[in-house]
């Protein structure tokens, strides 16, 4: 497995902007399809987005498509989410995680490694 550490979470006024970072080690970074999650209180987590392992594929969520982009530094073991125009409704606790599958269409079920997550809060 590799071991994920998400950072970059906080609070911040709807319209704006953060960037989550999630540094990977352990097995081989470029072995993985990464992708993002989130979890609001009393919701299940959710799908928000994917990149595959050469950061050539991405995958969204239609309720962030277009405000959040997802990335990747092979070199640097790092993913990135990029969040722009945050909505009160994208508070969460974002997630990191990791799959060997070789599609961005990867359900949650897929993912093998997991972070410890992120708190995200928009203000309205």
């Known amino acids: 497995q590799v071991q994920l550490v998400e950072s970059g979470g906080g609070l911040v006024q709807a319209g704006g902007s953060l960037r989550l970072s999630c540094a990977a080690s352990g097995r081989t970074f470029t072995s993985y399809t990464m992708g993002w999650f989130r979890q609001a209180p009393g919701k299940e987590r959710e799908f928000v987005a994917a990149?595959?392992?050469?950061?050539?594929?991405?995958y969204y969520a239609d309720s962030v498509k277009g405000r959040f982009t997802i990335s990747r530094d092979n070199a640097k073991n790092t993913v990135y989410l990029q969040m722009n125009t945050l909505k009160p409704e994208d508070t969460a606790v974002y997630y990191c995680?990791?799959?060997?599958?070789?599609?961005?269409?990867?359900?949650?079920?897929?993912?093998?490694?997991w972070g410890q997550g992120t708190q995200v809060t928009v203000s309205s």
């Open positions: 995680a990791a799959s060997l599958m070789s599609t961005v269409v990867v359900p949650r079920s897929g993912y093998d490694s």
């Open positions: 990149i595959s392992w050469r950061g050539s594929n991405t």
